[in-house]
């Protein structure tokens, strides 16, 4: 069985289209609305259901992001004990997505 890595999976996961807005939605959570200027990121409680199911988006929809799961630098930090989602924007730089993030589509 072929995994497709580049295509939103059809397991519990929804796109919608409405007023120049396409929102995708997993487990009734929306984790990716974008227009043609702006995207917006919002992750799961799991870092790994979030990253797959944006870069499947991104892949999709040809966004130009790419999500990756980073270990915080700080071991000793209450963040360290959790992995955390960075994204890698179209315009090369990269940030944490934290509990969301919007940028230039």
């Given at each position: ?16 289209r409405?007023?120049g ?8 959570s ?9 995207v917006?990121l ?6 790994a ?10 892949a999709q929809f ?9 270990k ?18 179209p315009d090369g ?10 940028f230039?589509?």
């Amino acid at each position: 069985m072929k995994i497709h890595t580049d295509q939103l999976g059809k397991w519990q996961t929804k796109v919608s289209r409405k007023d120049g807005t396409t929102t995708i939605t997993y487990h009734d959570s929306v984790i990716v609305t974008f227009t043609e200027s702006e995207v917006t990121l919002r992750p799961l409680t799991s870092a790994a259901a979030s990253m797959r199911r944006m870069n499947q988006a991104a892949a999709q929809f040809d966004l130009g992001y790419t999500v990756e799961i980073r270990k915080a630098k700080c071991p000793m930090c209450a963040a360290g004990k959790r992995p955390q989602l960075w994204v890698r924007k179209p315009d090369g730089s990269s940030e944490p997505v934290g509990t969301g993030i919007t940028f230039p589509a």
